[in-house]
């Protein structure tokens, strides 16, 4: 029996338990005192300017490309094979960079072994699997530096946006905490050791939402982080009820799933507070976080960006691009040069002060996945569909989901507002963003399942294309 079984298996009071000894674990070693020297230098390269960044990337990707070239037999022998040598990756770290090979999904999924540093000064101290939104996860391995590095980032997005280094807050993620047959309150745990309340994302049905905003409410969050769809379908349910919430977080900042437009006007109305966007992944990719001047900063500290389209070409403003990473903060599993099948909206991408202080290039919009990217012959690639239910009334949720080029098929979860008015003003606003050859299902259903790891997909698309 495994870990996870055992707590899936015990009884509520056990569960608290076995949490907060595992809160006081992760305490320990995450927030130590190599986790505050990064945060401290993470503090200082956010106000760098382009030659400093640029002069701090070049040293570390040096770095790293020495290690895995002594300590990984994958990268060494891919290394070898373009006749690398240790004096070309001191010299130009970044033409070596380049002449690597792409990482591909499959091949980090098949090589874990091979690929994995094998440095004796980083012994693995964590081990686990991603969420696997692809439908199959990938085994994944941290050394110390590795995770004390991604909290000092992730708590340098937190500084940025204006909150202290231990708050009071809120967290939906896809963690089963409670068992999802529970029927009745709590559907969440409180972590002491890290003054954290998790909240299961697998209850939020119209029945126990009421119970949810109890408990928001009498625990008072100073914020609130998690996945998007969470915190919109808590807030339909506000706005439609018009429920006074007594007290107003600093902030939401949500991760792991795209940000629709929609979704942040409805969780603003709601929670009465700003909604900051983040992307980063538990396969340890670098960050791009937003600023308190709703900017998409690249973290350029956090690893080296490739924003690249279906050609290997550098993707120009107004392009989607497929991001290709090599990661800073990865150091036991390493990606270098690594699809991600993650994709963003580009724009100029230059280096200029923002008012925030930070020197560090945007871009536009962050994607997400390359399946929520739609293809069709009339239309092209279409990155978001979010703005086909602006105006619209009625909709709780909807999934949008494509198995072919001229096949569309919307799940629509709806309430007593939805009407022949709204589905026709749907189907419209999707042929105008789609095309007008295309046959369109819209079906009304009782749920949307969420998908692997509690994450809710609103765009899914079954067929290969080129992105």
């Keep these: 029996m495994t870990k ?38 993470y503090k200082e390269t956010w106000y760098f300017n382009k030659a400093d960044l640029e002069g701090y990337q070049k040293t570390a990707l040096s770095n790293l490309l020495l290690e ?14 373009l006749n690398v040598t240790e004096e070309d990756i001191k010299n130009d770290p970044i033409s070596t960079l380049n002449k690597m090979p792409i990482l591909s999904k499959a091949e980090r999924k098949k090589e874990v072994e091979q690929l994995i540093n094998n440095n004796p000064k980083r012994p693995t101290v964590a081990s686990g699997y991603t969420s696997g939104t692809s439908g199959s996860p990938t085994k994944n391995y941290s050394d110390l530096e590795t995770v004390n590095r991604s909290f000092a980032l992730w708590k340098r997005f937190h500084w940025s946006i204006g909150l202290k280094s ?18 009745k309150a709590p559907f969440w745990i409180y972590n002491y050791f890290d003054s954290q309340l998790l909240m299961s994302a697998y209850h939020l049905k119209e ?6 905003i109890k408990k928001i409410n009498s625990f008072n969050p100073e914020y609130l982080d998690g996945y998007p769809s969470a915190f919109y379908i808590i807030s339909k349910y506000i706005n439609k009820h018009k429920v006074i919430l007594k007290n107003t977080p600093k902030l939401i900042a949500v991760t ?6 929609y979704q942040r006007v409805e969780i603003e109305k709601a929670f009465n507070c700003k909604v900051f966007n983040q992307y980063a992944s538990s396969e340890g990719s670098p960050f791009i976080t937003e600023c308190k001047e709703g900017k998409l900063h690249v973290n350029l500290d956090s690893g080296y960006f490739e924003f690249l389209t279906n050609t290997l070409d550098i993707a120009k403003p107004g392009e989607i ?3 290709v990473v090599t990661s800073f903060r990865s150091a036991k599993m390493p990606l270098i040069r690594y699809n991600i099948e993650d994709t963003v909206l580009m724009n100029t ?25 739609l293809w069709t012959e009339e239309k092209g690639y279409i990155g978001r569909m979010d703005t086909a239910y602006k105006g619209l009334s009625g909709i709780v949720k909807s999934q949008i989901i494509q198995n072919s080029a001229n096949e569309i098929v919307v799940n629509n979860m709806v ?10 003003k749907l189907l419209s606003n999707l042929k105008e963003r789609l095309g007008e050859n295309i046959t369109y299902t819209i079906n009304k259903v009782s749920d949307i399942p969420l998908g692997p790891n509690g994450k809710f997909d609103a765009v899914k698309r079954n067929f290969k294309i080129e992105i």
């Design 207 to 212: 029945e126990n939402i009421e119970s949810y």
């Design 321 to 323: 691009a497929q991001l």
């Design 166 to 183: 231990k708050c009071k807050h809120i967290r939906f993620s896809g963690r089963i905490i409670i068992s999802p047959k529970r029927k």
């Design 68 to 81: 895995v070239f002594t300590y990984s037999s994958w990268y060494k022998k891919k290394m070898q094979g």
């Design 256 to 261: 792991a799933e795209t940000l629709y437009d």
């Design 4 to 41: 996870e079984d055992i707590y899936n298996n015990s009884p509520l009071i056990i569960k608290r338990l076995i949490l907060n000894l595992v809160g006081f674990k992760n305490l320990k070693q995450r927030y130590n005192k190599d986790f505050e020297a990064y945060l401290k230098e």
């Design 415 to 424: 309430d007593e507002a939805y009407t022949d008015f709204e589905e026709q």
């Design 349 to 373: 991408f230059e280096f200029s002060q923002c008012k925030c202080g930070c020197n560090m290039p945007t871009v536009e919009k962050l994607i997400g996945r390359e399946d929520d990217i």
